[in-house]
Structures are given as structure tokens and as C-alpha cells.
Antibody
Framework: QVQLQESGPGLVKPSQTLSLTCTVS??????????WSWIRQPAGKGLEWIGR???????NYNPSLKSRVTISVDTSKNQFSLKLSSVTAADTAVYYC??????????????WGRGTLVTVSS | SYVLTQPPSVSVAPGKTARITCGGN??????VHWYQQKPGQAPVLVIY???DRPSGIPERFSGSNSGNTATLTISRVEAGDEADYYC???????????FGGGTKLTVL
């Protein structure tokens, strides 16, 4: 079955760029039937959607993070990636990648990765 | 932006029914989804489009949505249902996902 796996540095210095990759296994990211999202969760707090990408390259971002976020897709590697610039301690969180069925409206997440902890500290 | 409001905590005895609410302006016009998150684990979809259950989710989990409140109902609660529950919807005015703040379900 399809699985998602996040990877990337667990420690990032303040003001630098956080970079994470989500690898899709057991299925093709190019199937055209899904959006691919990033979501984060600070310790002890709730979920925050960061943004998503379709395999065409079209993106949607959380307005509160839009100026610092870039999500891209590499269909040849069956991966999609997150870059978050100018990070601060407030960006310390568990970062999840997730899949959304490409329905007409009111999208939801039917598959999640296990998450990866990213700490912002000097 | 669109806001979803959940009670921080709900407590219920085993075998009883738990109801977790999610409030939002005219939320009944939106499709609402619910996730269960146990400590140290990723969220799992338990209800989508207000009341649909993914395969593998027990029939004890059900949902409804009307007016300004969506509700996740867990019947015959078991100790294994103890978790955080999040509601989620799409804010069409700004094209982005919104999550509720989460509700911690405690099984007494």
C-alpha cells in the first residue's frame, strides 16, 4: 500500500531555511488523483496546514506562512518537498506530509506520514 | 479567516457515548472531517464529509453537521479511543485548510 516518509535535517539554525522531502512509496505521485500537503504540529499544540501541491505544479499556501513557504514536486523521484525560509524557534514542530484525494471541494487527508521533528536552535 | 472551535477536553466512562463538537460560522454548509491522534503518532482520518467512515474505522464512530456545529460521536467508548480529536474544513474564502484546536478525549 502507499506510504509517505518525511526526511531532512532535524536541526536548523535561526534565520536559515528548513528543507524537508516526502517520499511516496507503493504508488505514483503522478497519478493525478491526489494533492500532496505539508502540515506541522508544535509540541503539545494543534495541527497547522502549511500548503499543498498538485502534480501539475499548482500550489496553495496557508496565508500566514505564504511569504516564507515553497512546495515543489519531483515526479521522477516520486517526491515532494517543503522549504520554509527565515525560520525562528516558533517553527520548531513535528512536520507531516499527507495526501488529499483530488475531489471537487472540501478536501481531506486520507494518508499521513509518520512525521519528523525539526528543531530551530543555534 | 475561518475559525473552528472545539472544547479542549471531553471525559466519558467506558461503554458510554462521547460527543465532540466543532463550531464554526455556517459550518453546516461545509464538508467537515475528523482525525484521531494518539500520543506520538500521526493523525488518522476517522470521519470525512461529515459522516462517512473510511474503511477500517469502527461503526462506533459517526458524525453529523448542521447549522453552526459539527459533531463527532463515539458510541460504546473503549479505553483505546482515548486520544486527541481534530476537526478540519476548507476555508473557501482564502483557499486553505483550517483545523480546530483539538479535543482531548479522556476515558475515565
Amino acid at each position: 500500500q502507499v506510504q509517505l516518509q518525511e526526511s531532512g535535517p532535524g536541526l536548523v539554525k535561526p534565520s536559515q531555511t528548513l528543507s524537508l522531502t516526502c517520499t511516496v512509496s507503493g504508488g505514483s505521485i503522478s497519478s493525478g488523483s491526489y494533492y500532496w500537503s505539508w502540515i506541522r504540529q508544535p509540541a503539545g499544540k494543534g495541527l497547522e496546514w502549511i500548503g499543498r501541491i498538485y502534480t501539475s505544479g499548482s500550489t496553495n499556501y496557508n496565508p500566514s506562512l505564504k511569504s516564507r513557504v515553497t512546495i515543489s514536486v519531483d515526479t521522477s523521484k516520486n517526491q515532494f518537498s517543503l522549504k520554509l525560509s527565515s525560520v525562528t524557534a516558533a517553527d520548531t514542530a513535528v512536520y507531516y506530509c499527507a495526501r488529499e484525494p483530488a475531489v471537487d471541494r472540501d478536501w481531506y487527508f486520507d494518508l499521513w506520514g509518520r512525521g519528523t521533528l525539526v528543531t530551530v536552535s543555534s | 479567516s475561518y475559525v473552528l472551535t472545539q472544547p479542549p477536553s471531553v471525559s466519558v466512562a467506558p461503554g458510554k457515548t462521547a460527543r465532540i463538537t466543532c463550531g464554526g460560522n455556517n459550518i453546516g454548509s461545509k464538508g467537515v472531517h475528523w482525525y484521531q491522534q494518539k500520543p506520538g503518532q500521526a493523525p488518522v482520518l476517522v470521519i470525512y464529509y461529515d459522516s462517512d467512515r473510511p474503511s477500517g474505522i469502527p461503526e462506533r464512530f459517526s458524525g453529523s453537521n448542521s447549522g453552526n456545529t459539527a459533531t463527532l460521536t463515539i458510541s460504546r467508548v473503549e479505553a483505546g479511543d482515548e486520544a486527541d480529536y481534530y476537526c478540519q474544513a476548507w476555508d473557501s474564502s482564502s483557499d486553505h485548510v483550517v483545523f480546530g484546536g483539538g479535543t482531548k478525549l479522556t476515558v475515565l
